[in-house]
């Protein structure tokens, strides 16, 4: 990450530039200020020069940050037996690889919980192929995590996830110099299995419902927040009284739980406020009425903010009673997309009531086929033409052709 501001406490106008970089071997990224050049002078330039130290910092090179600093190097230029310079340890293994990618990952921005999912992901790689080296890594080792990964029974979907980290991982290495070469493309499995809906139908959501509410108001509050207003899991458990206005019907969403337990703003960074339906409206009042402004909506049986776990379970058992397979809560929010778009709602009211930053996200993850998707296709475009004003032609006005 770099920075660029202009410097008015110098005779002359300068650039200050701030870099945030992680050094070679290093597992922490690092500040560093510089003052660009004189010979720059303008901003994007100024720009230009950081991402150059920053990437001569990555590859371990770093330029001497002030007057002590260049004399120093001077000094030790001279004489190096007496100043001896210990070059840090550059990473050989996937393992030690991992680990340096992910403090990139944390220098470059990349929010808490993303960090730790792409480390999720990658604990199969290391356990598998973590001593290979990551100079020489590629489609071979990847072939071995796909098949330990399959023997082990996991999804298609979690394997070919774990390749997308492993594959990106290795793109960064070539970049920080931690290999010579750009890495081979990483293949990923092509399950021929019969596609499962990522969504439950209308019909099916309201008997989840129904089994919820016969069991307790926490269950059903848990099946019609994340099914009515399409929260993610880390949405939900950070939830606070405050956060539920029952006379406005609507719920807003500030925060986010990671898996870690860190809170954070959502996960395109913007709040939102979501409309809530009369029955979901219903459902909250016991956990609104009478409770403090700042405590989670949902709490845990030790108190505190609900886990992962305890949401988990809650939605297995009313899945177990329908005669569900058991998922996770996210597809609650598949089923909400889904339930919106199949009864009219337009694309860009859907993005906003999933928080996405991006159409292109809500149309790629959330357009699912119910089974009737053609069939409507048809009735709304037989609908249009039918609405259509009818057009008198002139047969006599049409062009000559040659015959």
């Known amino acids: 990450m770099v920075k660029v501001r202009q410097r008015t406490d110098t005779k002359e106008p300068g650039w200050q530039v701030d870099i945030k970089a992680m050094p070679l071997g290093g597992l922490k990224a690092q500040r560093y200020r510089y003052t660009a050049p004189r010979s720059i002078t303008s901003k994007s330039a100024a720009l230009r020069w950081g991402e150059q130290v920053r990437r ?9 940050q002030a007057k002590a600093g260049k004399a120093r190097a001077v000094e030790e230029k001279v004489e190096p037996v007496a100043q001896p310079v210990q070059s840090a340890k550059r990473p050989n293994t996937i ?5 340096v990618y992910l403090a990139d990952c944390a220098g470059r921005g990349n929010a808490a919980s993303t960090i730790e999912a792409k480390r999720l992901k990658l604990e199969h790689v ?9 100079a020489e890594a590629g489609e071979a080792e990847a072939s071995q995590v796909r098949a330990a990964m399959r023997a082990r029974g996991y999804a298609t979907t979690t394997i070919n996830q774990a390749m997308d980290d492993f594959a990106m991982m290795l793109r960064r290495c070539h970049v920080l110099r931690l290999r010579s070469a750009p890495p081979e493309e990483i293949e990923k499995i092509r399950d021929r299995q019969a ?29 019609l927040v994340c099914g009515e207003t399409a929260l993610r899991v880390g949405e939900f458990i950070g939830l606070e009284v405050r956060d539920v206005d029952l006379e406005r019907r609507t719920l807003r969403v500030e925060r986010s739980v990671s898996p870690t337990g860190e809170v954070t703003p959502p996960k395109n960074g913007k709040p939102r406020t979501l409309s809530m339906t009369e029955r979901l409206t219903a459902a909250l009042v016991p956990f609104v009425d009478g409770r403090p402004k700042d405590a989670p909506l949902f709490e845990g049986r030790s108190g505190g903010r609900i886990s992962r776990p305890g949401i988990r379970h809650r939605l297995a058992r009313v899945q177990a009673m329908v005669g569900l397979q058991t998922k996770g809560a996210h597809v609650l929010r598949h089923s909400a997309a889904t339930s919106a778009l199949a009864g009219g709602a337009d694309l860009v009211s859907v993005q906003k009531l999933l ?49």
């Open 126 to 134: 290391v356990a598998i192929v973590g001593d290979a080296s990551v």
């Open 56 to 64: 001569e910092i990555e590859a371990g090179r770093p330029p001497p």
């Open 95 to 99: 393992r030690e690889a991992v680990k």
């Open 355 to 403: 928080g996405h930053q991006h159409l292109a996200t809500t149309v790629a993850a959330y357009l699912h086929d119910t089974g009737d998707a053609q069939e409507r296709a048809v009735v709304a475009l037989e609908k249009a033409r039918a609405s259509a004003p009818k057009v008198v032609t002139d047969p006599s006005r049409a062009p000559r052709t040659r015959s």
């Open 195 to 223: 596609a499962v809906s990522k969504a439950y139908d209308d019909g099916t959501f309201e008997a989840l419902v129904s089994v919820a509410t016969e069991l307790g108001p926490e269950y059903a509050a848990l099946l």
